[in-house]
């Protein structure tokens, strides 16, 4: 199983003085974060795409590239590449680039993003959302696929005997998941494709994601990419730790009570009651985690959000302390006790191609 963290990369002042990071100190400790990730034995780093206000990662692959160059193990992943809004011949070829850089390590999340007015910026209608993302994946996954592609569709201009340079590594192209919040249209193109599907799961109760993934593995096990447990699920969290539960509690507050999205709302206690956000000790987030199990199932990879809301970096680098000291280790032992014989692992690169290559093999052996 897989552990990381992700961030949305979101300029916010700092409550409890006031301050925000200038957008190159929020950029720096992005890197200082994924590099941190890696020090501490966590598997992924993943970053979303914006392209406004407060937000400052409007070019995931720039920033993962850098990512790349100082890591070594680390895998890197995005929390949101835009498939509606982004021209699929520019995906496929700048995370082919990336892929190349990375030495394999890399895969991307496919989403919608969460902000209405991206759409018309790069000349699109939010009204057809679903339509350009399964229109939009189709071609993308021609162009990774197939060395020569011609294309006709409703959303961008035909193409005519096009090849995206430079070519998957290794011919293989990165493993997508598809990332959803609330839209069952999204679980069904993930279970279509077999690819993996991943639940956001911070901002509904459990009874929702539960509903959501139990989508996704009934049709990923009717499209006959294999049985319901085989499906590739991911979730997301939200976490807050200190030694001290009620020291956690006392110190988030503040950054709670002012943080985008569900800032000045519900009480924290009430959030948490309702929400999979964990505030609290290690020890009460590897409970909360481990029971993600019960309504999900065996899944392969659990990002957290450790830097959101005007966190300072030293607190979120404190996080990832404990995360890597205190939290996985536990998690990965507990995780993998439980986890039945025949349900995959997370894919990586190297394991898509020794699938690939054991495919040819038979391929051979049977002519």
Same mark, same amino acid.
């Not at 963290?5 to 300029?11: E, M, N, Q, Y």
């Not at 974060?33 to 406004?52: I, M, P, Q, W, Y």
């Not at 995005?78 to 995370?95: C, H």
């Given at each position: 199983?897989q552990f990381g963290?992700?961030?949305v ?9 006031g301050l925000?990071?200038?957008?190159f ?6 890197v200082t974060?994924a590099?941190?990730a890696?020090e501490?034995g966590l598997? #992924? ?5 914006h392209?406004?206000? %407060?937000f #400052? %990662?409007?070019?995931p692959t720039?920033l993962?590239?850098?990512i790349a ?6 895998l890197?992943?995005t929390s949101?590449?835009l498939?509606?809004?982004n021209d699929?011949?520019?995906?496929a ?7 190349h850089?990375? @030495?394999?390590?890399?895969d991307l999340m496919?989403?919608?993003?969460n902000?209405?007015p991206?759409y018309?910026w790069f000349g699109?209608d939010?009204?057809n ?6 229109e939009n994946?189709?071609?993308l996954?021609?162009l =990774?696929r197939e060395?020569?592609?011609? =294309?006709? @569709?409703k ?7 096009f ?6 590594l290794?011919?293989v %192209?990165p !493993?997508v998941w598809?990332?959803s919040i609330r839209?069952? &249209? ?5 279970a279509y494709?077999?690819?993996g599907f ?6 509904w109760?459990k009874?929702h994601?539960e509903?959501?993934v139990?989508?996704y593995?009934?049709?990923f096990e009717?499209?006959?990419?294999g049985?319901?447990d085989?499906?590739i699920v ?22 709670f009570?002012?943080a985008?999205v569900y800032g000045?709302?519900?009480s ?5 009651a ?8 290690p020890?009460?987030v590897i409970d909360?985690?481990l ?9 392969q990879?659990?990002? !957290? ?5 005007g966190?300072?970096l030293?607190?979120?680098l &404190?996080?990832l302390d404990?995360?890597g000291e205190?939290?996985?280790p536990v998690l990965?032992k ?10 995959? &692992?997370?894919p ?6 020794a699938?690939?290559?054991a495919?040819?093999?038979? &391929?051979?052996?049977s002519?």
């Amino acid at each position: 199983m897989q552990f990381g963290i992700f961030t949305v990369g979101d300029v916010t002042p700092d409550p409890t003085v006031g301050l925000a990071p200038s957008e190159f100190d929020r950029i720096q400790a992005m890197v200082t974060l994924a590099r941190k990730a890696e020090e501490v034995g966590l598997d #992924v780093f993943a970053t979303g795409e914006h392209h406004n206000p %407060p937000f #400052v %990662p409007s070019s995931p692959t720039t920033l993962l590239g850098y990512i790349a160059a100082q890591t070594s193990r680390l895998l890197l992943s995005t929390s949101t590449t835009l498939i509606t809004t982004n021209d699929p011949v520019k995906i496929a070829e700048d995370y082919a680039m990336l892929q190349h850089l990375a @030495g394999g390590r890399v895969d991307l999340m496919l989403g919608r993003g969460n902000t209405g007015p991206v759409y018309p910026w790069f000349g699109q209608d939010i009204r057809n959302g679903i339509a350009l993302t399964v229109e939009n994946y189709a071609l993308l996954r021609r162009l =990774w696929r197939e060395d020569v592609v011609d =294309w006709d @569709g409703k959303f961008r201009t035909p193409l005519q005997g096009f090849t995206s340079t430079p070519r998957p590594l290794d011919g293989v %192209p990165p !493993f997508v998941w598809h990332g959803s919040i609330r839209s069952p &249209e999204i679980a069904e193109l993930a279970a279509y494709y077999g690819d993996g599907f991943f639940a956001n799961h911070i901002f509904w109760p459990k009874e929702h994601t539960e509903r959501m993934v139990g989508l996704y593995r009934r049709r990923f096990e009717h499209y006959g990419h294999g049985r319901a447990d085989q499906a590739i699920v991911g979730l997301g969290g939200q976490v807050f730790m200190r030694k001290n539960s009620q020291d956690a509690i006392a110190e988030y507050r503040p950054y709670f009570d002012n943080a985008p999205v569900y800032g000045h709302g519900p009480s924290l206690e009430d959030f948490m009651a309702q929400t999979p956000l964990t505030v609290g000790s290690p020890q009460q987030v590897i409970d909360r985690t481990l029971g993600f199990r019960e309504y999900v199932g065996d899944y392969q990879r659990q990002m !957290f959000l450790v830097d959101h809301a005007g966190l300072p970096l030293k607190t979120a680098l &404190e996080q990832l302390d404990l995360l890597g000291e205190e939290v996985v280790p536990v998690l990965r032992k507990e995780f993998a006790a439980l986890r039945p014989a025949g349900v995959p &692992e997370a894919p990586t690169h190297q394991s898509l191609k020794a699938a690939r290559d054991a495919e040819a093999g038979k &391929e051979m052996v049977s002519k």
